[in-house]
């Protein structure tokens, strides 16, 4: 198995990180994918308490392996009790991203822990290197859930590669050993996955929501902005998601503006989550959903990716 600044960092079996995905990974997938050789995270929903975030801490770190929590620095400001968990819980890696890292980075970093930071093109890659973080994940608009949606993962990568002097993961579109090989080939020091766990039993989604994962094809996606203004969501424009396609983005993809004046879609979409309709409920995932067919324990999506070995070394040198 390839060893990389990843792995001999958080002594992990496969250089390979389980996206936070918030809503989607608990730290019940977290615990699993680190159990499994890999280093899983969680996602902290904007709305989260503080409480939570220790509940779900204390699920991740029952692997005895290092985990890792994701937060959204737009969303800090307004609940701070979210950091004050995290630096209680001490994990390996904590990723904070989106929005100003400037207040977060060095109280991370002062406990310990390993700070990562998504970036969407090399100039935010260049901002989280001076914010401090000690590794930048180099996001393609191919990913599943929020960020940019400006370059494709390849191109990104190799800029980022280029421009900054930290360590680099790559992120978007990498959901099988081929991909994982293809960004370590190219100098990353790992890659950084979550739709290729959106079908393990693990996960926080329902099984109707697992359905729609495993039925999707390469092209069921859409970017925008539409399930965010519907409920009101303070994301920063610039960070739209990706997500399963469905009527309801189709309606009010283009028409923002009225939706977010519309009372009775916002209420279409919160019974819509609650009822599991996903015609109109929205089921965050990256262009790679394609690959993703079977419902599989996280273990064996571990050990699928663990298959990069074999791959790298065709091109070995004797």
């Not at 859930?145 to 930290?166: F, I, K, M, W, Y």
């Not at 923002?256 to 015609?279: F, H, I, Q, S, V």
């Not at 273990?299 to 065709?314: I, N, P, T």
């Amino acid at each position: 198995m390839p060893r990389t600044w990843l792995t001999e960092r958080f002594g992990l079996d496969v250089p390979l990180v389980g996206a936070p995905m918030a809503g989607a990974g608990d730290g019940r997938l977290a615990a699993a994918v680190s159990a499994a050789g890999a280093l899983g995270m969680f996602g902290v929903p904007a709305k989260a308490p503080g409480s939570w975030v220790a509940e779900q801490a204390a699920v991740a770190a029952g692997s005895g392996r290092p985990y890792g929590i994701g937060l959204m620095a737009w969303a800090l400001p307004g609940n701070p009790e979210q950091l004050d968990a995290v630096l209680a819980a001490r994990p390996a890696l904590v990723s904070v991203s989106y929005g100003d890292l400037g207040p977060y980075v060095e109280p991370l970093r002062g406990a310990g822990i390993t700070v990562a930071a998504q970036a969407g093109t090399t100039e935010e890659a260049l901002d989280a290197e001076r914010a401090g973080v000690d590794v930048v994940v180099a996001r393609g608009g191919e990913g599943g859930g929020h960020g940019r949606d400006e370059v494709a993962t390849l191109p990104l990568l190799q800029s980022v590669l280029d421009a900054v002097n930290v360590p680099v993961l790559a992120a978007g579109g990498i959901a099988t050993a081929r991909g994982l090989a293809a960004v370590l080939a190219a100098g990353a020091e790992g890659g950084w996955a979550g739709t290729a766990f959106l079908g393990c039993a693990e996960t926080a989604l329902s099984e109707p929501a697992r359905a729609r994962v495993l039925t999707a094809g390469e092209t069921g996606t859409a970017y925008g902005r539409v399930f965010d203004v519907a409920q009101r969501l303070a994301w920063p424009p610039e960070y739209g998601g990706r997500a399963l396609r469905n009527t309801f983005f189709d309606r009010w993809h283009g028409k923002e503006k009225e939706l977010g004046e519309n009372e009775a879609a916002r209420a279409e979409l919160t019974a819509a989550r609650r009822d599991g309709d996903y015609d109109a409920a929205f089921v965050y995932a990256g262009q790679a959903v394609g690959l993703v067919r079977h419902e599989r324990p996280a273990a064996e999506v571990v050990a699928e990716f663990a298959a990069v070995d074999e791959l790298l070394s065709r091109f070995a040198r004797p």
